[in-house]
């Protein structure tokens, strides 16, 4: 019998929310029918609008609350419901960890069928002005008003906003003086439509640890009027400032940053710490965006790597070697596998700065370079990987399976795809048994995990 959808567009209905969805979205069920409702929790009971009907699902908005969540909490920022960059203020801290966990349980037991039970999530001390990295786009409104901020939702529709909540203040700090200095000397921001206009971004880092502060322009041509009173007051009004960047972006596109960089002022770089371990982060370094969570994740990841300093470990999508080093203080070896050569000249040069003799860099496909590894007489006792959203390739895993480590330790950014690369380990010999969440992006849908995979006797 053909199933017929219960709901069309235009329809009122009332139905409760059972989950969160991967965007932080509510997630239930109408007549067995899913439906996603922005701004609802789960526990609650909603009235909404269906606003867009697809065969597996429909979209609805939220009406009106009938019965709500008790950790449903007023947003502290005035801008939230505008705003693209939070999804969960509207949910209170506990509340949010809760989700996360159940997040990644569903993933692991509706995508990867996986027995394997998820630990509470690690929290953050303070889940407010986390962010050592800000980067908001410029633009001018209909009126011809300047906005800086973040992004609505789903849209390049910009944001105004004087300050973020879960910016570190120093980057607050740099907005501010950017807008004033822009609103004082008549200074254009960019327009995507007509590709007129100077400033594209405002960005700046913050050294948490060092207290140093890099302020970035990203523009859309190399002079800037006014740079002087720019340099001076950034010097006045942001403490702890040792760098002013610019970045020049000149092509019609979406990515933010563009090839040429010059300093303004200062150094090129800021340094901060992870650990016992120093990092040069210039403009353009990967570098985590939550020092003090970033922490937590890097040592749950040695805890599970159980290292005893006479282990040969590989880290796979190595980046600028992070996690590489951080495992080097207590390993015998570790090689570092990546393909993007700027990020492994970056881990070259942290491993020289931290002296780690014991740490080695490869440029290459992961597939390729661990058999070449296993060739060469390389035994691997753990392999740690950490790829993009979009998961390991099923040949990469093939390849770790294939120079049988005792364990792996799978550091994940996205629930759906780690489900989907761990139910793959185990048709290899390998079994999932600690999953550990870690929260480093409070309020918003975003959630790590570290899972210790071990390999089955025989």
């Known amino acids: 019998m053909k199933f017929v959808v219960p709901v069309k567009q235009g329809d009122n209905i009332e139905l409760t929310i059972n989950g969160l969805g991967s965007s932080g979205e509510g997630v239930g069920k109408y007549e067995g029918f899913t439906v996603f409702v922005q701004g609802a929790l789960p526990e609650e009971k909603v009235k909404v609008t269906i606003t867009l009907v697809k065969k597996s699902y429909a979209v609805g908005k939220l009406l009106e609350i009938i019965a709500a ?113 822009m609103k004082r000397f008549g200074i254009s921001a960019y327009d995507e439509k007509t590709g007129k206009g100077l400033v594209r971004h405002v960005m700046a880092r913050v050294g948490v640890h060092t207290g140093e502060v890099m302020a970035v322009l990203i523009t859309s041509a190399y002079d800037i009027p006014h740079r002087k009173e720019l340099i001076e007051w950034l010097k006045k009004y942001v403490p702890g400032l040792v760098s002013v960047v610019q970045n020049i972006n000149k092509k019609p596109t979406n990515i933010i940053m563009g090839n040429k960089t010059r300093v303004l002022y200062g150094d090129d770089k800021i340094k901060d710490s992870l650990g016992a371990l120093s990092f040069n982060i210039s403009a353009q370094s990967f570098f985590q965006v939550n020092s003090e969570q970033a922490e937590k994740l890097y040592n749950k990841a040695l805890e599970f790597a159980a290292l005893s300093g006479n282990e040969t470990v590989v880290d796979v999508y190595c980046g600028t070697g992070t996690i590489s080093l951080y495992l080097a203080r207590h390993a015998k070896k570790v090689y570092g596998i990546e393909i993007v050569a700027p990020a492994i000249e970056n881990a070259k040069k942290n491993a020289e700065e931290n002296k780690a003799n014991n740490a080695e860099f490869i ?23 950490d790829p993009p959203r979009a998961g390991c390739e099923e040949r990469v895993l093939r390849a770790m399976a294939g120079v049988a480590p005792q364990r792996i330790v799978y550091v994940s950014c996205n629930p759906s795809t780690l489900a989907r690369d761990l139910a793959l380990l185990e048709t290899m010999g390998y079994k999932a048994v600690l999953v550990q969440p870690v929260d480093l992006f409070s309020s918003t849908a975003h959630v790590e995990s570290v899972v210790l995979v071990e390999r089955l006797e025989g």
């Open 363 to 385: 440029l290459g496909d992961a597939a390729v370079e661990l058999p070449k590894l296993l060739d060469s007489g390389v035994r691997p006792d753990v392999i740690v990987v």
């Open 69 to 181: 969540s008790p950790e449903r909490v007023e947003p502290l920022c005035p801008v939230y419901a505008q705003c693209g960059g939070c999804q969960l203020q509207h949910l209170s801290y506990k509340g949010q960890l809760e989700c996360k966990r159940q997040q990644v349980q569903d993933a692991l037991t509706r995508i990867g069928h996986l027995n394997v039970e998820v630990q509470p999530v690690l929290g953050a001390a303070n889940p407010w002005n986390y962010r050592n990295k800000m980067q908001f786009p410029a633009a001018m409104n209909a009126e011809g008003v300047l906005q800086i901020g973040c992004y609505a939702t789903a849209t390049h529709s910009v944001v105004d906003t004087d300050g973020c909540m879960i910016q570190k203040e120093a980057n607050n700090q740099v907005l501010l003086t950017v807008r004033k200095w």
